[in-house]
């Protein structure tokens, strides 16, 4: 079983940057690839961003540009470093592991407590 656990978010204005850290424990050599969701108040759960062992990366059109994932696969941690913040990025962020079908992402692994992002205009 992998656990993750989410950190790294907070309170910033729009315009800033924050980077968030997800620690995978348990069996990290099952995991392929890994991905950030994140789910604004009162909206759906939304892929932002994932990465495969092998560097593919894909991102949700809305963050483009702004957000980059990456990952240490000496420390097991995958991290979001996230850049012009908008108040529409305001959610909280889940890490999740798993795969990439193609190119489309897929989670395997229980959702962690996220982190709560907020952005203030």
């Known amino acids: 079983q992998v656990q993750v656990m989410e950190s790294g978010g907070g309170s910033v204005q729009a315009g800033e940057s924050l980077t968030l850290s997800c620690g995978i424990s348990g069996k990290v050599f099952s995991a392929n690839a890994a991905g950030w969701y994140r789910q604004p108040p009162g909206k759906q759960r939304e892929l932002v961003a994932a990465?495969?062992?092998?560097?593919?990366?894909t991102y949700a059109d809305s963050v483009k540009g702004r957000f980059t994932i990456s990952g240490d696969n000496a420390k097991n941690t995958v991290y979001l470093q996230m850049n012009s913040l908008k108040p529409d990025d305001t959610a909280v962020y889940y890490c999740?592991?798993?795969?990439?079908?193609?190119?489309?992402?897929?989670?395997?692994?229980?959702w962690g407590q996220g982190t709560q992002v907020t952005v203030s205009s």
């Open positions: 990465i495969s062992a092998g560097g593919r990366k």
């Open positions: 999740t592991v798993g795969g990439f079908q193609g190119t489309i992402y897929y989670p395997n692994s229980r």
